[in-house]
């Protein structure tokens, strides 16, 4: 590991002033301090606490860490980073950018000043750009759960369009003209896909997107409960529910039994899933798939690898398939009383 004597020889520059931009303090130019900044990312430079070079790496939140209405794919993806950094015998640090940095730092000087070495990220919509940013300061980094074009960005992400389009054709294909979608709020690329997976097959099956069936609130078990409340007493009710977060489909599920409502027979449910709730629920939810612990476990591999191999790395930028999984919650769509009426006399229902 250089020390800043080291860098500042290789720069023509002095030792202070290396120290300078590592501290932050203003009175250095900026052309200055950008070579100093490129030059300690570029030799994986970190500071020294004591004697010890820290081995840390940051699971970063554009906000607060691990809000609740997150879902259960942090705890997931959080199992997953651990045991990736297990092998190199890296720790981890939850670190909210937004509330921690200051606004007249760069954001290596951020991580430096955190004693980071490198940085796990969670993209929403609203902070895409300060993902673009870190990356171009050429920090190590990678990004889970979203995608980027631009190429300094590293990601790894699942894409639950296809299975998410595959889930609500199925709920055509049995029957189900009334399907109500449960989108959890938080704005990330993910629920964004299972959105538009929900429209492009409605769309296709000729079937109108009703907005009085689709639902955006936090996930949890309550939130179900308040979605299965309102699509089962609309004048035509739903028929199926796809909800995009495991506790909200569990919600769902919880308050049919309340009601004494038969699912699948008399209400279909198709959920996300992200670890393993799917086979812990009886009938087993039927649910779109994705492993979250193997998207924490690959990025902390990645990263941690990239680190202590000291060397560049080809970018990683990656994106795994989630499946589709056919349980015991989605059945044919229900007769309505009266249609049911109708045929037990063989006579058509009055209009």
């Known amino acids: 590991m250089p020390s800043v004597r080291a860098i500042a020889s290789q720069l023509k520059v002095s030792p202070a002033t290396v120290s300078r931009v590592l501290n932050n303090h203003p009175d250095v130019d900026e052309a200055t301090r950008e070579r100093v900044l490129a030059r300690i990312n570029e030799l994986g430079y970190v500071p020294r606490i004591g004697r010890r070079i820290t081995n840390v790496i940051a699971l970063a939140y554009p906000d607060e860490p691990v809000r609740s209405e997150y879902g259960a794919f942090e705890p997931a993806l959080l199992s997953g980073i651990m045991r ?26 951020f991580f430096l000043r955190k004693g980071i070495r490198g940085v796990i990220l969670r993209c929403f919509r609203t902070n895409r750009s300060t993902i673009c ?33 595959q889930a609500v054709e199925h709920l055509i294909g049995l029957g189900h003209k009334r399907i109500a979608l449960a989108m959890h709020n938080v704005p990330d690329s993910d629920h964004a896909d299972r959105r538009r997976a929900y429209d492009d097959a409605l769309f296709c099956a000729g079937l109108k997107v009703d907005p009085a069936l689709v639902m955006e609130l936090p996930a949890s078990l309550s939130a179900g409960e308040q979605v299965l409340d309102t699509m089962t007493s609309l004048d035509d009710p739903a028929t199926a529910i796809f909800a995009t977060n495991p506790m909200t489909a569990l919600g769902v599920m919880r308050r049919a039994q309340e009601r004494g409502i038969d699912v699948p027979r008399q209400l279909s449910v198709v959920g996300v899933d992200d670890s393993d709730v799917r086979t812990h629920v009886w009938p087993r939810l039927t649910a779109v ?5 193997s998207l924490g476990l690959e990025a902390a591999n990645w990263l941690t690898q990239t680190i202590a191999s000291n060397a560049s790395r080809p970018s990683c930028r990656r994106t795994i398939a989630t499946s589709f999984e056919i349980n015991g919650t989605t059945g044919p769509a229900a007769v309505p009383s009266r249609e049911r009426g109708s045929r037990a006399t063989g006579r058509r229902g009055r209009p």
């Open 289 to 293: 798939t994705q492993n979250a612990a």
């Open 84 to 109: 990736g950094l297990e092998e190199q015998q890296f720790d981890l640090k939850l670190l909210s950018i937004r509330r921690d940095k200051s606004p007249d730092e760069t954001f290596t000087q």
């Open 133 to 165: 940013r870190i990356a171009e300061e050429g920090f190590p980094a990678i990004v889970v759960a979203s995608e980027f074009d631009e190429p300094a960005v590293n990601f790894i992400r699942a894409d639950s369009y296809p299975s998410s389009r």
